[in-house]
């Protein structure tokens, strides 16, 4: 019998045939640039039921079919994102989070849709718009939705404990602590450090930048004046056991609104569908109010996330891509399919006037709907850095359950100033000051 | 492991020393008594693969971490980012951050830890299953492999469920029996309890399964001196069977720990719902992911993967040199 | 043929009127039994029940909506939910029966001959071993995607063959349980080592290659980071990508968390179902074996 080479042969099959299925696998874009020509454009997104949207669109438009593909959502995507960029292997079009827009533009992972998409600009809150341009002529996609931040209180507990809404923080923290001392089974709500999103939100409605740019250097805010304001506002509050200390998103915090032991929740105009799950035996007792205001009479908001759709540098057809965009978010259709399916809270001027935003079920709010807007047109502009992604892991890092105490607050936000600086720097990036 | 004893029928073969004979088939091939291609022909698909699937990545994981970013102004526009060459700056930088340090540090705390108990129980287990007169033992081996079944992801997400203050059966029974407040399982020293039994809950079962074959693989027959002579089941689990195993032993010993100091699945799933106790960089590899994929600085991730892989590669000589051995005793010398 | 009676051994010492149960390792087996099973026992619990119930029930009470649960799942997306569980099953089950293969070609090979270069290729496979995955995950994918080969099956399959593990048990396996003895009789009758490896030493090593393709398909079913990276069509994940990528949409979609747990608890079934059908082969007594 011959040496057989059983193994040596197995091998080289398997290569072969690697080999031929490699080539018959949809890995690269296609090549056409012709316009006329049907195109497919591959699409990552995880706003809930995106595909019937998508639907839509591709039973009327023949020529530019989208292929969906549901994303994981947030920083689990954005890494997916960027490993695929490195290896321009980047779907066509990808839904994008306000902060990681300028990860993704230093890494030059955007395409620049102005030539297409510029005339839209009129249909969006400027602070939104400058979001997707980063404050250039370019154009890095079209925002989707808008989260500003209001104060969602449970009508019930405040007309049992009489508490009045308030309309300022000093207000807030003086009823926080009535509340508590009153019924110490009761908290006002949960600390806002719990969730790095919420609490840059709130520095922003102080005023903070977190990064900002001055010529060809960037700058870090963590630590300015009006950040750390915040920052011992809410650790003042923790210290006097004012609100609770407990990590958001988890199981038990879901029960603390259920079981009525939080009176409010500091958070964006996306919350009730959020709390349908956390909270589903407390439908009809909650409403909304303005966040509440460091000086009386201000009309300050922030935002606590919100997404835009961009088009991908790896895209071989962007005129395409961005007319499905502009058709996506902000076209009459588009938009009240993103409303009424992917229950997204629009930033379109216009959606956000439509009648056809759907009824709120959960909360018994007759203006819902102005009031949001309203909120939405007075968030205070943005910047976000390249790094956001490290800052928002050394947030919590920084923010444990160990710290307690104002100092504890303070110092925290220190040392994440100095962790984020270092990681810029590392990274090649100039960083001016401290 | 064990020299077998003689259960050949026939004598020991003819000598292999170079005769060479003609083995009588049609064909007229040539017999090679010491065939000196064979066992490259059967080493060469692992050999292949590996080279393809490991050697090539890693070595381009060693350039990677020779490279790192140069920023032009502000890092925004089409060509602000190149990638250029870095020397051993990424090392250096490795070398003095203290983080990183600390993360090993608890790794090796946490090995510390988990090891000793993982491989008691999965030896113990697998004492018990191959002895006689124990009841359940089919029960017992499904049972106690299947949370290996289980991904790390579900596994830490209910573990970490159990931990969650308000929402812990564990406390609540605690409390009910026993009165007491109720453990901070996040707590900054209990905290490595509580990861280390995720980690014992999914990998005991599967130490146990290599011992249990191992085990499964002894001839009987030793045991019936014993028994003759009057041992009863645990004398020999003790003193016959668990020498008898011991080069698996050590070789589960030497591979649990360096899977252990690789500790990923573990800490990063429940890290976000520790409220701090568990941090980002907990673990060695937490930190090199956080470098990798969220700080999106895959050179830094690359030099710190190396330093990391070197460390264990050093660990793992001295201890292999000095049990060699004992682990490959009944093979070709 | 099955293992040496231990029953007249055990007959010839103890007294026979009832079978002796060693109570202290019986009763430990049993808390092992219980600490192992308590958490999958949960899983299975948590997914009879609704969110709300999840939410609002203890934790050990269930629910009544297994079914609609079933229901749910299977619905998604139009029974995605299957086509990743079939994705799962090609890509363990190929991968791990090429892997037992591979790692029994390579540890015969290794156990049972001496050759120059021995130490420095197995010692190469074990430096293998320290490499972790999420090191190696990134370098593969980028390495893929220039070959365009990404977004295929054969890019989650192929790694999914090679494991060092295995090899090493391999070789532990090879050398305890395939005597010299045997294999040079069957030179001396003229087999070739090929036939040798295939007709004696296959079966003798079947108690360990069937824990090392038990440990490779657990291992790729359980996979995360490299098909994540690897894949972007849906229909090709397999159930952990699958189901994370429903974990995560839960969040803004929370009817999601009980079909995760439903799915998580299904995706254990088949391999229960590999366990018991593999069970049989760890029965194998080797010393009898040989004996022929």
Redesign the interface.
């Given at each position: 019998m011959k040496f057989p080479r059983p193994a040596l042969a197995a091998a080289c099959a398997l290569a072969a045939t690697a080999l031929v299925a490699g080539c018959s696998s949809s890995g690269s874009p296609a090549a056409t640039a012709s316009s006329n020509q049907k195109v497919t454009l591959t699409f990552w997104s995880w706003v809930p039921n995106m595909q019937k949207i998508v639907d839509v669109w591709n039973a009327s438009h023949p020529d530019i079919q989208i292929k969906f593909t549901e994303a994981a959502g947030g920083d689990a995507e954005l890494a997916k994102l960027l490993t695929a960029g490195k290896a321009k292997d980047m779907p066509d079009l990808a839904q994008i989070e306000y902060q990681s827009l300028p990860t993704m533009v230093s890494n030059n992972y955007l395409a620049d849709i102005s030539s297409y998409d510029a005339s839209l600009k009129s249909d969006y809150p400027a602070g939104i718009w400058d979001q997707v341009t980063l404050g250039t002529s370019a154009l890095y996609g079209v925002p989707q939705d808008a989260a500003p931040l209001a104060l969602f209180y449970r009508k019930d507990l405040f007309k049992k404990y009489n508490l009045a809404v308030p309309t300022t923080w000093a207000q807030y923290a003086t009823e926080a602590a009535q509340l508590h001392k009153d019924d110490p089974s009761i908290y006002m709500g949960d600390t806002a450090t719990t969730d790095a999103g919420l609490f840059a939100g709130l520095t922003q409605q102080a005023g903070a930048q977190w990064w900002s740019a001055s010529g060809q250097s960037w700058s870090v805010g963590i630590d300015s004046a009006a950040a750390q304001k915040v920052a011992s506002y809410w650790g003042g509050l923790v210290e006097s056991h004012a609100v609770d200390s407990q990590t958001a998103w988890t199981a038990s915090w879901d029960k603390s609104f259920s079981s009525g032991e939080y009176a409010s929740w500091i958070s964006a105009v996306w919350a009730p569908g959020d709390l349908v799950s956390q909270a589903a035996n407390t439908s009809g007792d909650w409403a909304m109010a303005e966040l509440p205001q460091w000086s009386a009479g201000q009309d300050v908001s922030g935002a606590w996330g919100g997404s835009a759709t961009s088009v991908t540098s790896d895209s071989a057809h962007p005129q395409q891509a961005a007319q499905f965009i502009a058709w996506l978010n902000q076209s009459t259709q588009g938009t009240s399919l993103l409303v009424s399916d992917g229950s997204v809270y629009p930033a379109s001027l216009t959606a956000e006037s439509s009648s056809s935003l759907p009824a709120q079920t959960f909360m018994d709010q007759s203006d819902f709907y102005t009031l949001a807007k309203q909120y939405s047109a007075s968030t205070a502009a943005a910047t976000w850095g390249p790094d956001v992604d490290v800052a928002y892991s050394d947030f919590s890092d920084d923010f444990t359950s160990t710290v307690t105490t104002q100092a504890g607050y303070l110092s925290a936000l220190s040392k994440l100033q100095a962790a984020v600086v270092a990681d810029m720097k590392s990274t090649g990036f100039t960083v001016s000051g401290s | 492991?064990?020299t077998?004893p003689?259960?050949?029928?026939?004598d020991?073969?003819?000598p292999?020393t170079g005769a060479r004979r003609v083995?009588?088939?049609g064909?007229g091939?040539r017999?090679n008594?010491s065939?000196?291609?064979?066992?490259?022909?059967?080493?060469?698909?692992?050999?292949?693969?590996?080279v393809?699937?490991?050697?090539?990545?890693?070595g381009?994981?060693v350039y990677?971490s020779t490279q790192?970013?140069?920023?032009?102004?502000?890092?925004?526009?089409?060509?602000?980012?190149k990638q250029v060459a870095a020397g051993f700056s990424n090392y250096t930088?490795v070398f003095h951050d203290g983080e990183f340090w600390q993360s090993v540090l608890r790794a090796v705390v946490y090995g510390c830890i988990l090891i000793p108990i993982m491989l008691g129980?999965a030896t113990?287990?697998a004492l018990?299953?191959d002895?006689?007169?124990?009841?359940?033992?089919?029960?017992?081996?499904?049972?106690?492999?299947?949370?290996?079944?289980?991904?790390?992801?579900?596994?830490s997400i209910?573990?970490g469920?159990?931990y969650?203050?308000?929402?812990s059966?564990i406390n609540s029974v605690l409390h009910a029996v026993f009165g007491i407040q109720g453990i901070n399982f996040?707590g900054?020293h209990i905290v490595y309890l509580s990861v280390a039994n995720i980690g014992v809950?999914g990998g005991?079962?599967?130490n146990m399964?290599?011992l249990?074959?191992?085990l499964?693989?002894l001839?009987?027959?030793t045991?019936?001196a014993a028994?003759?002579d009057?041992a009863n089941?645990?004398q020999i689990s003790l003193r016959i069977k668990l020498p008898m195993i011991r080069?698996?032993m050590i070789?589960t010993g030497i591979?649990s720990t360096?899977a252990t100091l690789?500790v990923?699945n573990e800490p990063y799933a429940i890290?976000?719902?520790?409220?701090?106790?568990v941090?980002?960089?907990w673990t060695p590899?937490m930190t090199?992911?956080?470098d990798?994929?969220?700080?999106?600085?895959?050179y830094?991730?690359?030099a710190e993967?190396i330093v990391?892989?070197l460390l264990?590669?050093v660990l793992?000589?001295v201890v292999?040199r000095a049990t060699n051995r004992q682990?490959?005793?009944?093979?070709?010398? | 043929m099955s293992a040496i009676s231990l029953t007249t051994a055990a007959q010839g010492t103890a007294p026979r009127r009832r079978r002796r149960v060693s109570i202290i390792p019986t009763g430990v087996l049993l808390i092992g039994v219980v600490y192992a099973l308590l958490p999958i026992v949960w899983v299975l619990i948590a997914s009879t029940k609704t969110n709300t119930q999840l939410d609002s029930y203890a934790a050990f009470r269930p629910g009544n909506s297994l079914w609609s649960n079933f229901q749910g799942l299977t619905s998604y997306q139009g029974g995605i939910f299957w086509t990743w569980m079939l994705n799962t099953a090609l890509y363990a089950g190929g991968g791990a029966i090429l892997s037992a293969i591979v790692s029994a070609l390579a540890g015969y090979g290794f156990a049972k001959y001496r050759f120059r270069g021995k130490g420095f290729f197995f010692t190469m496979i074990l430096v293998g071993m320290l490499v972790p995955a999420v090191v190696l995950a990134v370098p593969q994918y980028l390495l893929v995607a220039k070959i365009g080969l990404a977004n295929t099956y054969w890019s989650v399959l192929i790694p999914s063959i090679i494991s060092p593990y295995g090899i090493y048990l391999a070789r532990i396996y090879a050398g305890a349980s395939v005597p010299d003895e045997i294999i040079e009789a069957a030179r001396v009758d003229g087999s070739s080592e090929w036939r040798t490896f295939l007709r004696i030493g296959v079966p003798m090593m079947t108690p360990g290659l069937v824990t090392i393709f038990l440990f490779q398909f657990v291992a790729v079913w359980n996979n995360f980071l490299l098909p994540w990276l690897m894949l972007s069509s849906e229909n090709k994940y397999p159930l952990t990508v699958g189901l994370f990528t429903l974990l995560d949409a839960g969040t803004s979609q929370p009817a999601l968390y009980s079909l995760v747990l439903t799915g998580a608890f299904i995706s254990i079934l088949p391999l229960i179902a590999l366990f018991f059908l593999l069970q049989r082969f760890w029965k194998v007594d080797l010393g009898a074996g040989s004996v022929k």
């Open positions: - | 492991m064990t077998a003689s259960l050949h029928t026939h020991a073969a003819a292999l083995r009588p088939n064909r091939q017999w008594p065939p000196r291609r064979m066992p490259y022909s059967f080493i060469a698909p692992a050999v292949v693969l590996f393809v699937v490991f050697l090539v990545p890693l381009y994981t990677l790192k970013t140069q920023v032009e102004g502000l890092g925004l526009g089409a060509n602000a980012r930088y129980l113990a287990f018990i299953l002895a006689q007169h124990v009841r359940f033992q089919r029960l017992g081996r499904l049972a106690i492999f299947l949370p290996y079944a289980v991904p790390t992801l579900i596994g209910i573990w469920m159990m969650l203050p308000a929402f059966p996040f900054s809950w005991t079962g599967f399964m290599v249990y074959t191992s499964r693989s001839p009987q027959e045991y019936e028994r003759l009057g089941e645990r080069p698996a070789m591979f360096i690789q990923f890290h976000e719902i520790s409220n701090g106790g941090s980002t960089t590899l090199i992911y956080k990798t994929y969220t700080a999106n600085n895959v830094l991730g690359a993967s990391i892989a264990m590669f793992s000589i292999l682990i490959f005793g009944g093979e070709a010398r | -």
